[in-house]
């Protein structure tokens, strides 16, 4: 591939009380990858994402982030965390929340602070409900509202947290549409148990039950979905079994 | 009656003891409900009554020991939770446990007469002394000096402490300053109003004012003026009870039972209205 690292992980194990959670991580994603990391449930994803972000450390191994420790990377990563956990009835206005991407770097100036905000909500297109209570928001809305936060803290790296889950398809596509222009300009990695919606939007797909699998290409084989989900792969990509192999094996030929 | 309630010393030092209080507990409280650390207060109320009792036994003023313990436990509990990873609920409950059991021995130990137990676990507003009264002082100007500083910073904490993290900031410190202001508030209160009622003023009138705002600032302000409020009346209440119909209802009690009764009635409209 062509750039320089943004991420790399070289033989990350991560142990929750005695069970594997990651289990030699090796693999690299370079400047302007877009990237799905899938896999099932419990398989370790969100860990990575942690990792990745500083908020947890590996057992051994090691993890670099834009050339650096994931400690000195922050302030440099854009997070997103998963919508769904967030307490709706906390009173915060959207653009409060927005607001505090823009807490981190020392940026003095109000009005640029103020311009930073309004540009990220306008990108979202939630410039209309800023001064409503985040809770207020439909599930879609929260999402990019999130997203809105993570773009103001100017990251060189996007991170995601099931961006896409509990959304309905149709909203779903919209946040993979933002997505696909942002990774336009930076690199960004997610995090998603749903492979048929992510496989039609991002660049490369990685395969993670705790050990991972990952070609930077978007070929998914049989074999690295059944490794990854341990099971045959029609029980896996729910609703649509085979589609969303084959599409993938005519987009590479 | 009410002008003549206000001619006592005692019932305008409790006024201005109860309307100092809900500053410090609006602003404060704020937080505690927001974050949900309400069971931690309550563990640091209690575990400062062990300092009490080493007080008793030391001869120090034991404010100035329930201080020091109040902040320590503070920290041993986030430490605690953060380094060891241990379960924060289950932490509570034996500093809870631990810090009144020390009390207890401790005062068991000292020699000398039967010290105010009662006073220290329950309060009493109505015997305020006037000195106090500045040292509640003291902890509203704290409190607002420290809030007015780092609101935005304690706000980002509170409502995403991974984000906060992520893009930079001194989360830990952040939020063991927001510890201290909770201990500070707990331990000077509780001379004057009691455990419960501290406990009380942190958590009902922001409760009720969540239900009416949409951000954090605006919900300081109603807490603050919701607590006052609910002092203010119950303290008259009590007083209009005892010196007309002559029945002697404490009034800590009395003013905890009105502000339960203010946050049924305002979490029911709440509903109602959004439900419309």
Not at chain 1, 78 to 94: E, K, L, M
Not at chain 2, 56 to 74: C, E, N, Q, R, V
Request: proline share 4%; glycine share 10%.
């Amino acid at each position: 591939m062509s750039g320089p690292v943004v991420v790399s992980m070289d033989r990350v194990n991560f142990t929750y009380a005695g069970v594997d959670v990651l289990r030699d991580i090796s693999f690299e994603f370079y400047e302007g990858d877009f990237v799905g990391i899938i896999g099932p449930n419990a398989g370790g994803k969100t860990t990575l994402l942690k990792l990745m972000l500083g908020l947890l450390r590996p057992d051994s191994g090691s993890i670099r982030i834009l050339g650096v420790s994931p400690d000195e990377a922050r302030g440099s990563v854009g997070y997103v965390p998963q919508y769904a956990h967030f307490d709706r009835s906390f009173p915060i206005r959207v653009r409060t929340a927005v607001k505090m991407g823009t807490l981190g770097r020392g940026r003095t100036r109000d009005a640029e602070v103020d311009d930073a905000v309004a540009r990220a909500l306008e990108q979202v297109e939630l410039h209309g409900v800023a001064d409503r209570q985040m809770g207020s928001l439909s599930g879609g809305q929260l999402q990019r509202a999130l997203i809105a936060r993570a773009l103001v803290t100017e990251p060189k790296l996007l991170l995601l947290d099931e961006p896409t889950a509990s959304l309905d398809t149709k909203i779903g596509r919209s946040v993979y549409e933002l997505l696909e222009e942002l990774a336009e300009k930076i690199t960004v990695v997610l995090v998603s148990h749903d492979i048929g919606v992510i496989s039609r939007h991002v660049r490369t797909i990685a395969c993670l039950n705790v050990e991972m699998h990952y070609h930077q290409s978007k070929n998914l084989t049989p074999e690295m979905i059944e490794a990854a989900y341990g099971c045959p792969v029609d029980l896996v990509a729910h609703g649509h079994p085979h589609r969303v192999l084959e599409q993938h094996q005519w987009a590479d030929s | 009656m009410i002008a003549e309630a206000l001619s006592y010393p005692f019932f305008q030092r409790a006024l201005i003891a109860g309307l100092l209080a809900a500053v410090a507990c609006g602003i404060v409280g704020t937080f505690v409900v927001v974050r949900g650390i309400a069971s931690i207060s309550g563990g640091l109320a209690h575990a400062a009554f062990g300092c009490v009792g080493l007080g008793y036994l030391m001869g120090f003023d034991p404010i100035l020991g329930a201080l020091g313990f109040g902040l320590a436990s503070a920290f041993g509990v986030e430490v605690a939770e953060r380094r060891l990873k241990q379960g924060i609920d289950t932490l509570i409950a034996m500093v809870w446990a631990i810090g009144m059991a020390m009390g207890i021995v401790f005062i068991a130990l000292a020699p000398g007469s039967e010290p105010d137990l009662m006073g220290y676990l329950f309060g009493n507003i109505l015997f305020v002394p006037a000195r106090f009264l500045f040292f509640i002082a003291g902890l509203d100007l704290v409190i607002v000096g420290v809030v007015i500083l780092l609101f935005r910073r304690l706000e980002a904490v509170s409502f995403d402490e991974e984000f906060a993290w992520v893009i930079g900031m001194p989360v830990e410190a952040l939020s063991l300053l927001l510890l201290a202001l909770v201990a500070t508030t707990v331990v000077i209160l509780i001379r004057v109003v009691g455990v419960i009622l501290v406990l009380a003023l942190l958590t009902m009138p922001a409760a009720i004012a969540r239900h009416w705002t949409d951000s954090l600032a605006p919900m300081m302000v109603l807490a603050t003026i919701v607590g006052a409020v609910c002092i203010t009346v119950g303290l008259f209440f009590s007083w209009m009870l005892s010196s007309v119909f002559s029945l002697d209802v404490p009034t800590g009690p009395a003013i905890i039972l009105l502000a339960a009764f203010v946050y049924a009635t305002s979490a029911v409209l709440r509903r109602v209205l959004s439900a419309r």
